[in-house]
Structure formats: C-alpha cells, structure tokens
C-alpha cells in the first residue's frame, strides 16, 4: 500500500513535475495520485491545502506538503539528500533559480489558459493575456540563450521539460518555432527520463 497520497490532475505540469520528481528518485511506487478537481467546493483538497492548490502531498502522518518546489525538496531529503537538489552552493542556487524561472513560465502559461477557459469571448482582456505572455517570450528566450544542461537532473531541469512539455499541450506546441536548442534540449533530456511518456496529458 503506498505511503504517500499526491492530490494532482493529470493535466497539471506542478503535478507533473512532482510525479517525474518521484520516478527519479525511486518514489514512485510509494505515491498514490489521487485525482483533484480544484474548482470542486466539495472537493476536500481545500481542507488539505487551504489554497486550495495541487499538487499537494500527503504523508504517513497526515502532514500535508505543498507546493511542487516543497514537494520535491521533501521527497529529495526522503531520497537521502543532493539528488535532484544539488547541496554544493555553486549547483544548488542556479538549479533553483532555473526551477523558479520554469515555474514561472508554467504560472503565466496557466493563467493564460484560466483567461481562455473561464471567461466569455467578451470578458476575455487582452491587455493580461499579453502581458503572460511577455513572461512566457522571455523566460524561452532566455532558456534558448543558454540551455541547461542535458545530462543535469535536477529540481531546475524537471520543471523546464514540464513548462515545456505544457506548453505543448495547451498551446500545441507553438514555442518550438524560433527555439531550436530548447527543442533539441527536450528531446535529449527527455529521452532517458523515467516516466515522462507515461505523464504526458491527453
């Protein structure tokens, strides 16, 4: 019986990035996803996480963990530390800077989405949705300007395959043009990592 229960949604790239976290790790078996639909009131992740945010993980003790960066710092110190969380300062600091640059991505990406899905044709503000992706343009150009490295796995490197993994999902890919080596980056990274094909959202 798994140990932890992860509260995610199969088309989150946060929950993605905690699942593929995991895999790296050998956690995985240890983990059951349980299904959250965030825009539920009934839905209990609210008591769980008072946000009302995933993904969310749930621990023996019924200690709730949140969010995705908490997430994977916990499950790296479960994993016995300096995994994916680099404890050299000279790793550490740039592999979170890289998480917090991919999350970022992942957070405009979101509420671009947000602004398409939840709002009528006639509410929708284009002034916000370029300004989201004023973020999402220039945390790409800046990644194709320098590339992390491909044989690094770590917190920063997980949550750029997930940004860009997202982006290919709800944007159909449309970042691929004019970003060649973050295209080959992907592709390269993405090769050997466990579970990536298993996560990727339909």
Same mark, same amino acid.
Request: no cysteine; aromatic share 0%; charged share 35%.
């Given at each position: 019986m798994p140990d932890f229960h992860l509260r995610s949604s199969p088309t989150s790239p946060f929950g993605r990035k905690v699942k593929l976290a995991a895999a =790296? *790790?050998? *956690? *995985? /078996?240890? +983990?059951?996803? +349980?299904? =959250? /639909?965030? *825009? /539920?009131?009934? /839905?209990d992740i609210r008591l769980q996480n008072p946000l009302g945010k995933i993904p969310a993980l749930v621990t023996p003790d019924g200690t709730v963990v949140y969010d995705s960066r908490v997430i994977l710092e916990y499950m790296d110190y479960l994993a016995g530390g300096g995994r994916i969380l680099p404890k050299d300062p000279a790793d550490r600091f740039p592999a979170l800077t890289l998480q917090a640059l991919a999350d970022g991505i992942m957070d405009a990406a979101i509420l671009r989405r947000y602004e398409i899905a939840m709002r009528e044709p006639a509410e929708r503000s284009a002034r916000w949705d370029d300004h989201q992706r004023g973020k999402v343009e220039r945390g790409l150009a800046a990644l194709e300007a320098n590339p992390p490295e491909v044989d690094e796995v770590d917190v920063g490197t997980i949550a750029v395959a997930c940004a860009l993994g997202y982006l290919d999902f709800r944007f159909d890919g449309s970042w691929r043009e004019g970003h060649p080596r973050l295209v080959a980056w992907l592709d390269r990274f993405t090769a050997d990592l466990p579970y990536w094909t298993e996560t990727i959202p339909s």
């Open positions: =790296t *790790l050998g *956690l *995985l /078996d240890r +983990i059951e996803v +349980i299904k =959250t /639909d965030t *825009l /539920d009131p009934a /839905d």
